[in-house]
Antibody, heavy 124, light 108 residues
């Protein structure tokens, strides 16, 4: 069974930093792209970032570019999101999600498993 | 950025009835659309990818259709556990990956 368990969330002041972790199990972590997706309270889903399977390539949403860094440790089966210069608008539940792949269409970019999410609150 | 627009925002349906949810892309996304279900306090769950392929373990009452810019998720006979918020998402042209604003399916 695929399990993704986020940790590291909490309350942080504007301008502060926080590192989220996502512990993966039940699948070969090193074979999958991984993503972070967030959801502000009462709002919809917003993609944040992705990393390829060996960690050599990363992509970010414009809203977090230059402030957030995605990384992974395949030896520890763990995904990370380092967040800095945090703003009130970064307040959200952050989900780690496994990247899905459509072998027929030869394209990825959807999310076939999700963690339970972790709340990050940016407030003074 | 491709904008995904879902309609209606809220759909009131009686148990056992059919529900039809719509999603429109601001430009063609081929068939590279996924649908997710999210219940209160829970993570989203993948229902459909490739516009019409059900994910593992998803009941046959969920079906997806469409290509280009118009997509539909149909729930053939609503069960109590299907009342939730549903999101579409495109992955044809990214970054960024983009979601629709969601359709809430509520009990009539």
């Amino acid at each position: 069974e695929v399990q993704l368990v986020e940790s590291g969330g909490g309350l942080v002041q504007p301008g502060g930093s926080l590192r989220l972790s996502c512990a993966a199990s039940g699948f070969t972590f090193s074979s999958y792209w991984m993503h972070w997706v967030r959801q502000a309270p009462g709002k919809g889903l917003v993609w944040v970032s992705r990393i390829n399977s060996d960690g050599s390539s990363t992509t970010y949403a414009d809203s977090v570019k230059g402030r957030f860094t995605i990384s992974r440790d395949n030896a520890k089966n763990t995904l990370y999101l380092q967040m800095s210069s945090l703003r009130a608008e970064d307040t959200a539940v952050y989900y780690c999600a496994r990247g899905g792949y459509d072998f027929l269409a030869r394209i990825g970019g959807f999310f076939d498993d999700w963690g339970q999410g972790i709340l990050v609150t940016v407030s003074s | 950025e491709i904008v995904m627009t879902q309609s209606p925002a809220t759909l009131s349906v009686s148990p056992g009835e059919r529900a039809t949810l719509s999603c429109r892309a601001s430009q063609s996304v081929s068939s590279n659309v996924a649908w997710y279900q999210q219940k209160p306090g829970q993570a989203p769950r993948l229902l459909i990818y490739g516009a019409s392929t059900r994910a593992t373990g998803i009941p046959a009452r969920f079906s997806g259709s469409g290509s280009g810019t118009e997509f539909t998720l149909t729930i053939s006979s609503l069960q109590s556990e299907d009342f939730a918020v549903y999101y579409c998402q495109q992955y044809n042209n990214w970054p960024p990956l983009t979601f629709g604003g969601g359709t809430k399916v509520e009990i009539k």
